[in-house]
């Protein structure tokens, strides 16, 4: 059961599945729709039995005798798109205490139906792994293609690896997404009304969320913006990067900046139907932003681990995009779309040195240019280079 080869682009948490099955009798592995889940599971496990509980005959099949089924093929077994059949949940949970070389890798594009029934049945008993859209590193030569081109078409893998026209890939997952998530999350009684929300959630991509105004732009109430917000995040819409606070409280508290998993549905929510429309975009330099934060997002979440990283705003609007930390200190990141450097780029990161101190150890200037300088102090670093960080 090997997946086709000739356009498989090798992914990074590999190795990271790898090492946990070592210690796991079970491998969850969640992440976006399309991002390539699927695949991974298969090329990382050549040899298990591969069941797609997304095909309502297999769920059939299994029903009739779901503890007989897991028995049979506990020996190594990828159950594909598993919160579609919670029940088995509590099955594993036994099968893998009683045998010890019982072995399961699920997926799930789900992240609240999964975690919610790993909590109940499987918390100790799985790792946990997030499979996101291609990063920079692993799309390797391709990454070298022009900026526009990499934000434009993101990063999920049918896009570069059968080379389906972006537009395709993007508009029928929207739709798919829309007409099936949504409506099996929460019940919409106006679907047009979270169109608009998401389309303007769009439009505000590396700002800080403000769920009063979208109440008014949008006509529902603040409580419902929040749990549309949280929707988008479980079903890997969007993500939230939190204010950096030293009371860590209030990290909590105040507005995080929201971001989008893939630019290119960035880019499709806000009607750029090419590269040349991007260039000129007036969000350009926020999509850009987005295509830097998530390869600090993917950075983590392919070796295991959750993010670190922060952006940096006081009453004086005084901004710093991303703030990482390393141990307990800090490294803070300038983002720039500009193909050339200009000293106001500086300006935040020796503000911010004089706030921290001896507790910022790094500051780096991230641009569209071609230059690297490798300077712990105001250096300048291609956005390409993000995924060595």
């Given at each position: ?5 000739k356009n ?5 948490i ?7 099955s ?13 991002s390539?889940?699927?695949t ?9 039995k591969?069941f ?5 005959s ?8 779901p503890?007989k ?12 798109e598993?919160?579609?059949?919670p029940?088995?949940?509590?099955y594993i ?18 992240n ?7 909590t109940?049945?499987?918390a100790?008993?799985t790792?946990?792994?997030t499979?996101?859209?291609?990063s920079?590193?692993?799309l ?6 022009k900026?526009?081109?990499?934000m434009?078409n ?5 896009i570069?690896?059968?080379n389906?026209p972006?537009s395709?890939i ?8 829309v007409?099936r ?14 169109n608009?929300f998401i ?7 590396g700002n ?13 109430s ?10 988008l ?14 009371n ?6 105040k ?6 998993y ?17 260039a ?11 295509l ?6 993917k950075s ?7 993010p670190?990283f ?6 004086s609007q005084h901004e710093v ?7 307990n200190k ?15 780029f ?8 004089k706030?921290?101190k ?8 991230i ?19 993000v995924?060595?960080?």
């Amino acid at each position: 059961m090997i997946t086709d080869k000739k356009n498989y682009i090798k992914r990074d948490i590999s190795k990271e599945i790898l090492r946990l099955s070592q210690h796991f009798q079970i491998i969850t592995i969640t992440g976006p729709r399309q991002s390539g889940k699927t695949t991974v599971s298969k090329q990382s496990f050549p040899d298990y039995k591969y069941f797609n509980l997304e095909d309502i005959s297999i769920r059939e099949i299994i029903s009739l005798d779901p503890k007989k089924f897991l028995r049979k093929n506990s020996k190594g077994v990828i159950l594909d798109e598993v919160q579609r059949m919670p029940d088995l949940f509590s099955y594993i949970q036994v099968i893998v205490d009683e045998e010890k070389d019982a072995r399961f890798i699920l997926t799930g594009s789900s992240n609240f139906s999964l975690l919610q029934n790993i909590t109940q049945s499987l918390a100790g008993r799985t790792a946990l792994l997030t499979l996101l859209p291609l990063s920079l590193q692993e799309l390797k030569e391709k990454s070298k293609s022009k900026t526009n081109t990499l934000m434009f078409n993101g990063g999920y893998p049918a896009i570069w690896a059968k080379n389906i026209p972006t537009s395709d890939i993007i508009r029928n997952y929207f739709n798919t997404y829309v007409e099936r998530d949504i409506r099996q999350l929460i019940k919409v009684k106006n679907i047009t009304r979270f169109n608009t929300f998401i389309k303007l959630c769009a439009g505000r991509v590396g700002n800080e969320f403000n769920a009063s105004a979208l109440s008014n732009e949008t006509g529902v109430s603040n409580l419902t913006i929040q749990d549309w917000l949280s929707i988008l995040e479980t079903s890997y819409i969007i993500f939230r990067i939190p204010p950096f606070y030293k009371n860590i409280g209030k990290r909590l508290i105040k507005a995080p900046k929201i971001y989008f998993y893939d630019t290119a549905l960035v880019c499709y929510l806000l009607g750029i139907e090419n590269e040349e429309q991007l260039a000129t975009h007036p969000l350009r330099g926020n999509i850009f932003e987005n295509l830097v934060a998530l390869e600090f997002l993917k950075s983590r979440t392919n070796k295991g681990k959750e993010p670190n990283f922060y952006f940096y705003r006081d009453k004086s609007q005084h901004e710093v995009d991303i703030l990482t930390l390393k141990g307990n200190k800090f490294m803070a990141y300038e983002i720039k779309s500009a193909t050339t450097f200009h000293k106001s780029f500086i300006v935040n990161l020796q503000y911010l040195k004089k706030i921290l101190k001896d507790d910022l150890i790094s500051t780096q200037i991230i641009y569209d240019g071609d230059i690297n300088i490798d300077n712990p102090e105001n250096g300048l670093l291609n956005f390409r280079k993000v995924c060595e960080i």
